[in-house]
């Protein structure tokens, strides 16, 4: 029980800092839209199975990532949009 807790808390602060620093800088020049769209995808998914299962580590966990990651992917998006846009 502790080590999902633990996998959790782990996981999801070792994310933040650098969602952090892409959602304030809007900066996403590295970022594969097509990994962060599964990513966001996969998150939901596990934290749909989290509150299926009732399980606090896994809904906590992957509701805190998925409020980062979901931005992050649509600036992401936002961005590629202006890039295909204006290519200069």
């Known amino acids: ?5 633990a996998a ?3 996981t999801t602060v070792s994310f933040l800092p650098q969602a952090w620093k892409t959602i ?3 900066n996403t ?5 097509l990994m962060y769209l599964c990513m966001v995808i996969g998150v939901f998914f596990w934290l749909v199975y989290g509150v299926l299962l009732g399980d606090v580590a896994l809904i906590a ?8 990651a979901l931005p992050i992917l649509l600036i992401a998006l936002a961005n590629q ?3 295909r846009r204006d290519p200069c």
């Open 24 to 26: 304030k800088t809007r």
């Open 1 to 5: 029980m502790y080590i999902g807790y």
């Open 8 to 10: 959790a808390f782990l």
């Open 61 to 68: 966990a992957n509701a805190l990532t998925f409020v980062f």
């Open 29 to 33: 020049d590295g970022i594969s839209v």
């Open 81 to 83: 949009s202006k890039r």
